[in-house]
């Protein structure tokens, strides 16, 4: 039997209840004797002592239930007199603040996360510039040093044989470019 509240100063009531009548009807019936005198006495200033506690406890749970209900009556009252214009005007502000918060918190935090990024992707893509570049360089500095090898020997084949083309810049850049086109795969 589980005793909760109101059950518990039930059965507790009827405790003293039971023990004051027994006391009082030993002294009355029996005899005058002063320990259950004095027991009923302590039973007595015991009783006392409770119903001053269960006043103590009903009086903080009343003010506890009145500041609930004035909080209540003060919440209808505040939002009766609040006017519409006031909630406009705070979601005007809103309006405008919201954004520019969230744009100086976003130029904050994001500098250190983009910069990083940034380099990152720049430091790779002028790598790959650069390499694509010197690629290049390397292909055409090749191209014109094939070409002029070509040009001196096809210059020094003409002298040796004295017989030399009337229009040999043509021919040496013809054959420069057959034979850079046999040399590549």
């Known amino acids: 039997m589980l005793l909760r509240g109101r059950q518990t100063q039930f059965y507790i009531d009827i405790i003293y209840g039971l023990t004051f009548s027994a006391g009082f009807g030993y002294l009355f019936f029996v005899e005058m004797d002063p320990r259950?005198?004095?027991f009923q006495g302590g039973l007595?200033?015991?009783y006392f002592l409770r119903v001053w506690e269960n006043m103590?406890?009903?009086?903080k749970i009343l003010h506890e239930?009145?500041?609930a209900?004035?909080?209540e009556a003060v919440a209808v009252e505040v939002a009766d007199q609040l006017p519409s214009a006031t909630e406009s005007e705070v979601a005007e502000k809103v309006e405008e603040?919201?954004?520019e918060e969230v744009t100086s918190e976003i130029e904050r935090q994001v500098p250190d996360e983009v910069t990083a990024e940034v380099e990152e992707r720049v430091q790779k893509e002028m790598d790959e510039q650069i390499e694509d570049e010197i690629d290049r360089r390397i292909d055409d500095e090749i191209?014109?040093?094939v070409a002029e090898e070509v040009k001196a020997q096809m210059s020094d084949r003409a002298e040796e044989d004295g017989d030399r083309p009337e229009n040999g810049e043509d021919?040496?850049?013809e054959d420069a470019k057959r034979d850079r086109s046999e040399a590549s795969p």
Do not use: H, W
């Open 97 to 99: 603040q919201v954004p």
């Open 36 to 38: 259950v005198v004095t």
């Open 171 to 173: 021919r040496s850049e």
């Open 65 to 67: 239930e009145v500041a």
């Open 56 to 59: 103590v406890v009903y009086e």
């Open 44 to 46: 007595v200033l015991g």
């Open 143 to 145: 191209d014109d040093r």
């Open 69 to 71: 209900e004035a909080e």
